[in-house]
């Protein structure tokens, strides 16, 4: 008889079995075997919230097969993920196949790899009912929430509308930020700048103030004043400041900053990293390796290390760059104080598969994010990066100048990785040529330009993730799944890479701030999640933290059914002309996104496909551009009139060339990007 080894997915099966050998079998729950029904809430309140758990649809089969492979098995392991989820999903399955949770059934492993397996076999443990307990207090409460306000909604507003206690709190925080851009009064405010060249090089120094202290630039009249009495005068370098500074290396990424950092740099939504992510955990198939776990586990809010890896790490560092890059000691980080620190950091599981030598063996989404991974964690360990840092004040006719610049000495771990930015506009080092004190240097020009101080920036998707963790809301594995469904149920769009609420998410976050204060707080979801994790370390009741959730909200919902009158929702109006009786149609949503619906229904039943139109016109007949997407989501820009037109583009355009009406496209890097006219003849561009 063989042992069984039951993990989630084939992959993680696969990769498995490779290290375990032939007297063990492995198989595949395909996830989740039992949840709450669809059809009804599944939660009996009265009777201290238990949940009725039910075997999900269409796992029939699944579920027959585990039984089969589980009675001839000579003993039967649990290897699910290893978080709250996981155990829950091992909890659920020891049910249904009728195992003693209290045996030794659970394995966990970080890593996929043969040592960090068979080690978990020597380890089994019985199943960590505290664990159960918070992913159930989680999913309870969650259905409550959804289950409870929904239909309120619907009754309320509209139908086919949610609520939920992370995606509410999410699409508040867009709201408000909405808000504030919105509320924003810009100030008028101006720079001077006097620019000098020395030893052909070109620096410029700011206008500070006076010797008494910085002085504001409000308005034109005050700059063109200092700027007539210092024309033409010569500046003096009356202070001067060298020192060294040195820039740290970024620790190895969680969960939180592997999303955010692949938002910047890869474009990568966070359900299409995490995807990828739980790809490269779980084995992909590298040319003769068979299947391998390249990544630790990929849900995680620690930045821990094991000690083995750092001394891999090292070993590496020190081969391929030199004993320069390599720290005295390795680099241990700190984890914020109210992570769950159940696992290590996201790292590559073997340093010797570098992303190169594997390249083939990917695809170029996997290649790209495993290289991120495996590049942030080399350079997690290597020597710290030393710049020479300068400042200078500069004197003329009273007024003082500075400068300030730096120069790259050492690169260190730069060498390998330079964290991405949210920002294009955030600043970049100045580069300075040679300067001493008591120098004098004449400028070449004066240059000044008007400001008005700018309102926050609309997050994106990395931002809002940031936003959510820093305010304790959300753990790990909530991230990607909250940010996909405020999306999905229209509270907020996505224009270029930032988050704008709808007229809808407006009017639910209002809705829900003024009736259900609690389930919208803040504070009081973060508390919440705290809760959760002392749920999990066995200080607390779960059922005790759902009550405590539950009834304000019934009361709320008792006061919100009784006042709240229904809220009438405009449909969004278009130019589109109806063709069959010359209305306007308005954007209306189904189960497959967005279309375009004659307000005169159900007189008139004319509907049709909805596009979102590009500001630019096609340059073979006229008619608008429009955006699309394919089959596999790739966006693609074709003319309205096709078929008729044959314009088909894979690049956006940024608008029509002024000269000829060709299309021009954005080019070049951060910094230097320009728009381009597409036709060479032309050759027309703006900066």
């Not at 009725?52 to 585990?66: F, P, Q």
């Not at 408000?176 to 509320?183: G, P, Q, S, T």
């Not at 790990?476 to 769009?493: D, F, H, K, M």
Request: proline share 5%; hydrophobic share 30%; glycine share 6%.
């Amino acid at each position: 008889m063989k042992k069984l080894v039951i993990v989630e997915s084939p992959a993680k099966a696969k990769t498995i079995a490779k290290y375990l050998g032939k007297e063990f079998k492995v198989e595949a729950s395909m996830g989740h075997v039992r949840d709450l029904p669809k059809s009804d809430l599944g939660v009996d309140i009265e009777n201290g919230f238990a949940p009725k758990y039910i075997n999900i649809r269409g796992k029939a089969d699944v579920i027959n097969r585990l039984k089969k492979s589980a009675q001839e098995a000579e003993k039967v392991y649990l290897a699910t993920d290893p978080d709250r989820e996981g155990e829950a999903i091992s909890w659920h399955l020891a049910t249904i196949l009728g195992l003693d949770t209290n045996d030794n059934v659970r394995i966990t492993f970080n890593e996929i790899t043969k040592k960090a397996v068979q080690e978990s076999l020597k380890n089994a443990r019985p199943i960590d009912h505290n664990l159960v307990n918070a992913q159930q207090a989680r999913r309870v409460l969650d259905r409550l929430v959804g289950y409870k306000l929904s239909p309120f909604l619907w009754e309320k507003v509209k139908g086919g509308l949610s609520a939920g206690r992370v995606q509410s709190v999410a699409t508040r925080l867009v709201v408000e930020r909405e808000e504030e851009i919105e509320n924003f009064k810009p100030e008028e405010y101006w720079t001077l700048e006097a620019v000098f060249k020395k030893d052909a090089q070109e620096f410029k120094a700011k206008f500070y103030g006076d010797k008494k202290g910085k002085i504001e630039l409000k308005n034109q009249g005050q700059v063109q004043e200092i700027e007539e009495k210092i024309k033409n005068k010569e500046f003096k370098v009356v202070k001067i400041k060298v020192s060294e500074k040195k820039k740290n290396p970024p620790p190895p990424f969680i969960t939180s900053t592997l999303q955010q950092e692949a938002s910047r740099k890869l474009r990568f939504t966070p359900a299409k990293t995490m995807a990828v992510a739980q790809m490269l955990y779980e084995g992909v198939e590298i040319k003769g390796e068979g299947s391998v776990g390249l990544i630790t586990y990929m849900r995680t809010d620690s930045t821990r290390v094991s000690e083995e890896a750092q001394q891999a790490a090292r070993n590496l560092i020190l081969q391929k760059f030199g004993r320069e890059y390599l720290p005295e000691k390795p680099r241990v980080y700190k984890t914020k104080k109210d992570a769950q620190d159940a696992h290590e950091a996201i790292r590559p599981t073997y340093l010797e598969m570098d992303p190169e030598s594997i390249k083939d063996s990917l695809t170029p989404d996997q290649y790209k994010l495993y290289k991120l991974i495996y590049d942030r964690f080399l350079a997690s360990q290597m020597e710290s990066s030393i710049y020479e840092a300068l400042s200078a004040e500069l004197e003329v006719e009273g007024y003082i100048f500075k400068l300030t610049g730096s120069k790259l000495k050492f690169a260190g771990f730069m060498e390998v990785y330079v964290e991405g930015k949210d920002t294009e506009d955030e600043e970049e080092e100045n580069q300075l040529p040679e300067i001493s004190e008591g120098e004098v240097l004449k400028p070449i020009k004066l240059e000044n330009k008007q400001h008005f101080t700018q309102p926050p920036s609309r997050y994106t998707e990395a931002t809002l993730i940031k936003a959510l963790e820093e305010k304790g809301i959300g753990r790990p594995s909530t991230y990607a799944p909250t940010i996909q469904t405020i999306l999905e149920r229209g509270y907020v769009v996505k224009e270029d890479r930032f988050l704008k609420p709808t007229e809808l998410g407006k009017l639910v976050t209002n809705i829900l701030k003024e009736y259900f204060k609690d389930i919208i707080d803040i504070e009081f979801t973060a508390e919440l999640e705290s809760n959760l994790d002392k749920i999990e370390e066995g200080k607390l009741e779960w059922t005790e933290v759902v009550k405590k959730y539950y009834q304000p909200l019934e009361k709320e919902l008792e006061i919100a059914r009784a006042t709240l009158l229904k809220v009438k929702v405009e449909d969004e109006e278009t130019d589109i002309v109806c063709e069959n009786c010359g209305r306007k149609m308005v954007i209306k949503k189904g189960r497959y996104g967005k279309f375009l619906a004659c307000p005169g229904y159900p007189e008139c039943k004319n509907t049709k496909p909805y596009y979102d139109y590009l500001d630019v016109l096609c340059p073979k007949c006229g008619k608008r551009v429009i955006e699309k997407k394919s089959k596999k989501g790739k966006r693609y820009y074709t003319c309205e009139g096709y078929p008729d037109c044959d314009l088909i583009l894979w690049e956006k355009p940024a608008k029509n060339c002024p000269k000829c009406g060709s299309l021009m496209f954005e080019k070049g890097r951060k910094g230097n990007k320009k728009i381009i006219c597409s036709n060479e003849s032309c050759a027309y561009e703006e900066k």
